[in-house]
């Protein structure tokens, strides 16, 4: 398979409604998943959603093994989520900066939920569900807003905390 151009801010399919996969197992979501593997491992990316891959499909990926770009974060599991569904536990929220492949080289502190349980299936149509908290949460809710059109940005809530990031963190 191969790595795709990846969509950058701005781009309809990136503020569009995803629509949910049909059918699983099938040769073309195969191709799809190995496409989204192959783009996230390319840009050393922590999620990708097909949407950025210009396919409108209700499909996301992450994982982190070690990541150069979160030397600091515990793993997560290659995880393949489609038609996820979201629950929402308990009031604590947290900031962090987060960064998309579709935004390159900015940064952004955005406010999450930190506890949530995620449903969905992977490519064969075995269902997934768990809890998760942390970075991992945010991962997971950071590439399901893409199936929902919405990128992080729109989550900031004090737009001094969004940049460029070789220009965010030098001290003042
Ligand atoms: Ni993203």
Redesign the pocket.
């Known amino acids: 398979m191969s790595v795709k151009v990846v969509l950058r801010m701005g781009h309809p399919l990136l503020k569009s409604i995803a629509n949910p996969v049909q059918e699983f197992n099938t040769p073309e979501l195969d191709c799809l998943i190995e496409d989204m593997l192959d783009t996230m491992a390319d840009f050393d990316g922590a999620?990708?959603?097909a949407p950025?891959i210009a396919v409108p499909l209700r499909v996301v990926i992450f994982g982190i093994e070690h990541n150069p770009r979160y030397p600091d974060i515990e793993p997560i599991p290659q995880t393949v989520l489609i038609n996820p569904e979201i629950s929402l536990i308990g009031e604590k929220f947290e900031s962090a900066w987060e960064g998309?492949?579709?935004?390159p080289n900015m940064r952004g502190l955005v406010p999450r939920i930190t506890n949530i349980k995620y449903k969905g299936f992977d490519q064969i149509g075995n269902e997934i569900e768990r809890f998760a908290d942390g970075f991992h949460a945010r991962v997971v809710l950071?590439?399901i807003d893409?199936l929902d059109g919405i990128?992080?940005p729109e989550r900031i809530k004090d737009l001094k905390n969004f940049g460029f990031e070789d220009q965010i963190f030098l001290e003042s």
């Not at 998309?100 to 935004?103: E, G, M, N, Q, R």
């Open positions: 999620g990708l959603a950025q998309c492949l579709s935004i950071h590439e893409h990128l992080y």
